[in-house]
């Protein structure tokens, strides 16, 4: 099995940085794309970013120019990195991953529990 634990969260100001970080820890194959997503109070998850195995990424329009998504292979860990964060930026954000295990024909999703990112004066 594959548990995703991310950190990084808490309480910021408007215009603040925040990094986030998800950590994936067990024993599998492969991990192929890594995501973040966020749902905010009342509201559905949204995606906000994606990165692929070899470092490809893709980040939804709300966000561009603010949120950059990475990630260390060799740590089996993906970052967001927060910058010029605005209150609607305020949600619980996840991260997922895409994972191969030994002897299973697909990938499959899995999830973090969560971090709050709170952006307020």
């Known amino acids: 099995q594959v548990q995703l634990v991310e950190s990084g969260g808490g309480l910021v100001q408007p215009g603040g940085s925040l990094r986030l970080s998800c950590a994936a820890s067990?024993?599998?194959?492969?991990?192929?794309?890594m995501a973040w997503y966020r749902q905010a109070p009342g509201k559905e998850r949204e995606w906000v970013a994606t990165i692929t195995r070899g470092g490809s990424t893709n980040t939804a329009d709300s966000v561009k120019g603010r949120f950059t998504i990475s990630r260390d292979n060799a740590k089996n860990t993906v970052y967001l990195q927060m910058n010029s964060l605005k209150p609607e930026d305020t949600a619980v954000y996840y991260c997922?991953?895409?994972?191969?295990?030994?002897?299973?024909?697909?990938?499959?999703?899995?999830w973090g529990q969560g971090t709050q990112v709170t952006v307020s004066s």
């Open positions: 067990g024993s599998w194959f492969s991990i192929n794309t």
């Open positions: 997922n991953a895409n994972v191969l295990f030994a002897g299973d024909d697909q990938y499959r999703t899995h």
